[in-house]
């Protein structure tokens, strides 16, 4: 009986041991051909990834943001309205097309739970409310726990 399960034992590891050596043979081989890429002069991709838009995994290189895209005049009046909003001499929102344009985005976007509460009826957010205890009060098990 002992025997058996030794066999089953070992049997169950075959199958492991042969992936364990065919990804030890793959990472040889990958490692054989760095070495032979170096003997032969050739550098490793280091620095600055190429121009043509990809990176040095061949992933798209990402787009330019706001801050990049600026002139060095628009940098400069931004870090100026940023030093009047520190300063609480300003509003925070930016006013001018860039203001405008996420007021457009802002009045775009799908109402959230934010405005629900702000629109929602006394009779609504308490039984809004109610339903949130409920559900803080329900054991793990799923049932509801009965208190009185």
């Known amino acids: 009986m002992k025997a058996d399960f030794q ?3 070992v ?3 075959i199958p492991g041991a042969q992936w364990l050596l065919e ?6 081989d990958e490692l054989r051909e760095m070495l032979s890429e170096l ?3 050739a550098a490793p991709r280091r620095g600055h990834p190429p121009k043509d838009g990809f990176n040095a995994r061949g992933k798209p290189l990402a787009k330019k943001g706001l801050w990049a895209s600026m002139t060095a005049e628009e940098r400069s009046a931004e870090m100026r309205r940023r030093a ?5 001499k300003a509003p925070s929102v930016q006013t001018g097309w860039r ?9 775009a976007r799908p109402s959230g739970p934010a405005n629900w509460w702000a629109t929602a009826t006394p009779a609504q957010k308490r039984k809004r409310l109610a339903a949130m205890e409920a559900g803080k009060k329900k054991k793990a098990n799923g049932s509801a726990e009965v208190l009185q």
Not at 99 to 107: D, T
């Open 23 to 28: 990804r030890m043979q793959r990472e040889l």
């Open 7 to 9: 066999q089953m034992g």
């Open 11 to 13: 049997a169950a590891l």
């Open 39 to 41: 003997q032969a002069g």
């Open 84 to 88: 009047l909003v520190a300063q609480g």
């Open 99 to 107: 203001g405008r344009q996420y007021q457009k985005e802002r009045a």
